[in-house]
C-alpha cells in the first residue's frame, strides 16, 4: 500500500475537519482508495486554541516553511484562506515541487492564472474541489464528467448565507435586516457578512467555475457582482404574484464567442429545482451538451462537507503518485488565454422593475411610453396596492431586452415627476 | 497529442449518439482532454437500418469479434445491452487485454462480479457510468468524490418511466392504466413496460450502486424489488394529505454490518428535493460522512445524457492509457467479498397501510388490535370518505416497525370478516 504523507497548513475549522475524518474513516479510506495517506506536519499559528482533534507534538511543524522544505511531505494542503501568506506558502510548495489542495476561493479567484499556471507548468497537481461549493463535486463533474460537453450555462446557488435570508424572507414575509438578524444567530453569517451579502464571495465561485467552464481565464475583476441588499419583502411577494422566486445566482453563460459571468439577485421560475433548494444549501445546474441539465445539490459550507471535498482531492493526487500519473488530469484545460467577457451592459436577458409611482392616471403611459420608445416590450405588468395619491409599487415584467437599454430607459424613468423612488430591477431567469 | 482508437459495439440510439457527439465536439474533447480519440471499428448487425450518422465503410467492422480482435483498437464500447452477446463480448476483450467501457446495467447486476473481477485481475480499465441514471456522473461521485465517505444510504430515482407515471397520476389524480398509456404516448415507456414499471430496471442500477457503496458485491438476486402496478390514486391522494408524494425509489442504507438493498414505490416527505423530480428525470441522494446529503439529478435515460457518459469513461481510460496507469481507480474497491444484505423481512422502516373496509363501528378497534399486539405503533390515521355499511379507504402511517411483524399484521388484518380487500403497504421514508 502505498504511502502519501500530507502536510496541513491551517488547523482551523476545516483543518481541523479534515484531521478528524482522517481518524475516524482512516481504515475506510484505505480500504477505497488502496493508499496509506498519514498527516506528516501540522503549520499552526496558535496551538492554544481549544480543538476537538489533538495533533502529536512531532507532527507539529515550526512554521508553514519548514512544513513545506519537509522533503517527506508529497501533498501541501493549504487550509488558512486569504491572499497573502496563502499565496506565497503556496508557490513555494509548488516551487518545490510539491502538489497542493487548497480550498481558497478568493485567492484562486484573484491569483488563479499564477498559481494554476505555476502547477502546470512544473507538472504539479493542485486540486481546488472544496474551494467551490463545499461537498459538492462541481469541479470534478466539470473537469472530468461532462469534459466532452459543450457547457453552455452554469447556474449557481453558491452562498449558503445569502440562500438562507432569502429563504426566510420569502417563507416568514420579513425585511432584510431582520432575516440577516436570525442568519447571524444561527451561525449561518458572520458578524461583519459583507462577503456573502455583497456577492463577492459567490463571485469568487463563479470566477472559479467560469474559468473552468469556458477553458479561459475569467478572472474576478471581469466578474459582475451585485448583492442581496436591495432585496425587499415586497419583490418576493411580487415575484411570486408572477410564480417566480428570489435566488442569488451565480451565472456563467456562453453565447456566440464571448461569455458571461455575473452576480446578482435574480427571478427563478417556482417550479424550477433550484427554486427548492432552502436553507444553507447550495446547488448547481449545468446545462451541458450532449449531457443536459444537471443539478448537483447539497452542503456548501461547513467543516464536514470542505473535508470530504480536500479529501477527495487529497485521494486523487495520491493515486496520481501512486501510479506516477501527475498532470493526469491537466490543471487548466488549454493554454490558458483570457475569456473574452461580456460587459453586463451588453447582455439580454428578461428584467422585473418595480417603480416607486403616485398613484395617478397616466403612470403607466409615462412608463411604457420610455420603455417602447427603447425597444424593451412588456410581458406583464401587476400593480397589488392601490392607493390614489400615495406612493406604491408598480411592477412590469419585460422580454428579453438589452441591459444597456434597461438602464438608460430606467435614467429617464427615475427623472419623471411621479416616480419617487430609484426603480429596482432584478434580472430573470425566465427559460431554465 | 495520444491517440485513443475506439471500437464501438451497436449503433443503436446510444451508439449513433456517440458517434455524433464525438463529430459534434471533436475539438471541444482534444482541448479539454488532451486526447485524440478516434473512431477505428464499428461492429453492427443491421447496416441498413436508418440512422443520422454516417459511418464509412473502412470503419465498419465484419464483426464484433472481429473488432475485438483488431490489435488497434484500445477501448471496447459495449452498447448492445443484454447478457447474452455483450457477456461474451466483454469477456473476450478484457482476455484480449482491451479496456471496456459499458452501458449495460442488467449485465452488470447479473454478471458484474465474473466481469469486474475479470477486468480487475487484469489490471484493464472497465468504467460503467452510463448503466446508472444516464448523464449523472453517481458511479464517480461515489468511486472517486465521495472516495472517503462513509456512504449511509443511497436513495434514488433511477428510472423515468415510472417517474413519469407516478408524477403524472399526482399531477392529473389519474390511475396508473392511464397514466402507463400517457408515457407510451409520449415515448417514455416501451411497447412492453414490465421491466420498468416492475421495478426490475430499477433493482439492475441499484445493484450498482450498492456494490459501489458497500464495496461487496450485491447481486441482482439480492436486491428486493417492488413495481408500480399497485399504486393508485386513492394512495396519492392520500399520501398528499399526510404531505407525503409517492416516488418508485431504489434505497440502499448501511446500518450495523447488514446493508440494505431494495426498490419499491416509497412515501417521502413533499419537501425533500427528490419529491420535486418530476417527469422522465432522475435524482440520487446519497448521505455519506462527513459530506452530509448529496443529490445528483439529470436526465437518466436517451440517447444524449447517456453519450455523454461514454463520453466521459473513455476520456478518463484514454487519460489512463496515455499516463500509462490503467487501473488508477480500482474497478472493485476491495477483494470483492459478498456484501451481507438484511433480507427485507428484517428490515424496519415507517408504513403507509391503506385497508379497504366496511365503514361501520368497531373497525378501527380490530385493526389497531391486532397492530398493537404486534407491537407496532400508530403515527396517524386518516378517513376521508365516509359511507356508512360500504366499503371505504382507511389509512394508518405507523411508526417505524419491523416489515416481519408488518407482515404478520396484515395476514391476520386481512382476514377480518369486515376487510375487503387485501391491504396496501407502502414504506415510508420519514427522515430524509
Not at 488547523?11 to 475506510?28: K, M
Not at 517527506?72 to 497542493?100: F, P, S
Not at 459571468?261 to 444553507?280: C, E, F, K, M, N
Request: net charge positive.
Amino acid at each position: 500500500m502505498k504511502r502519501i504523507d500530507i502536510g496541513l497548513i491551517g488547523l482551523g475549522t476545516v483543518g481541523s475537519g479534515l484531521v478528524r475524518a482522517l481518524e475516524a474513516n482512516g481504515p475506510l479510506i484505505r480500504r477505497n482508495s488502496g493508499l496509506d495517506i498519514r498527516l506528516r506536519l501540522v503549520a499552526e499559528r496558535d496551538w492554544r486554541r481549544r480543538r476537538d482533534v489533538r495533533v502529536p507534538r512531532r507532527l507539529r511543524a515550526a512554521d508553514a516553511r519548514a512544513l513545506i522544505a519537509d522533503p517527506g511531505v508529497d501533498i501541501v494542503v493549504e487550509l488558512i484562506g486569504g491572499c497573502g501568506d496563502a499565496r506565497r506558502y503556496i508557490l513555494e510548495a509548488l516551487r518545490r515541487g510539491k502538489h497542493v489542495v487548497t480550498a481558497n476561493k478568493a485567492l484562486l479567484a484573484e491569483h488563479g492564472r499564477e498559481i494554476l499556471g505555476l502547477a502546470q507548468a512544473r507538472g504539479l497537481d493542485l486540486y481546488y474541489e472544496a474551494s467551490v461549493c463545499g461537498a459538492i463535486p462541481v469541479v470534478k463533474a466539470l473537469r472530468e464528467a461532462l469534459v466532452s460537453n459543450r457547457i453552455r450555462s452554469v447556474l449557481g446557488i453558491v452562498n449558503g448565507t445569502c440562500n438562507y435570508i432569502l429563504s426566510r424572507m420569502t417563507e416568514a414575509g420579513i425585511e432584510f435586516d431582520e432575516a440577516l438578524l436570525e442568519a447571524q444567530a444561527m451561525g449561518y453569517a458572520e458578524a461583519d457578512p459583507r462577503l456573502d451579502i455583497d456577492g463577492l464571495d459567490s463571485a469568487h465561485k463563479l470566477a472559479i467555475l467560469a474559468t473552468i467552464s469556458s477553458g479561459g481565464w475569467v478572472p474576478l475583476g471581469a466578474v459582475h457582482a451585485e448583492g442581496i441588499g436591495g432585496v425587499t419583502a415586497v419583490d418576493i411577494r411580487y415575484a411570486r404574484e408572477f410564480d417566480y422566486v428570489v435566488k442569488l445566482l451565480a451565472i456563467y453563460k456562453r453565447e456566440g464567442r464571448a461569455v458571461e459571468a455575473r452576480v446578482h439577485p435574480t427571478l427563478i421560475p417556482s417550479g424550477h429545482l433550484l427554486a427548492s433548494v432552502g436553507g444553507a444549501y447550495n446547488a448547481v445546474c449545468v446545462r451541458g451538451e450532449p449531457a443536459g441539465d444537471i443539478v448537483l445539490y447539497g452542503r456548501g459550507a461547513g467543516r464536514e462537507p470542505t473535508s470530504s471535498a480536500v479529501l477527495a482531492d487529497i485521494v486523487d493526487i495520491g493515486r496520481n503518485i501512486a501510479r506516477g500519473c501527475c498532470g493526469r488530469v491537466p490543471v487548466v484545460a488549454a493554454r490558458m488565454g483570457r475569456a473574452p467577457v461580456r460587459p453586463v451592459e451588453e447582455i439580454e436577458t428578461a428584467y422585473y422593475l418595480r417603480f416607486s409611482v403616485i398613484d395617478r392616471p397616466g403612470v403607466l403611459a409615462g412608463i411604457t411610453g420610455i420603455l417602447g420608445r427603447l425597444g424593451i416590450s412588456i410581458a406583464s405588468f401587476l400593480q397589488i396596492d392601490r392607493r390614489a395619491g400615495s406612493v406604491v409599487p408598480v411592477v412590469i415584467m419585460t422580454h428579453r431586452a438589452r441591459e444597456k437599454d434597461v438602464r438608460r430607459a430606467l435614467a429617464r424613468i427615475d427623472r419623471l415627476p411621479f416616480v419617487k423612488a430609484r426603480t429596482m430591477l432584478i434580472r430573470v431567469e425566465a427559460r431554465i
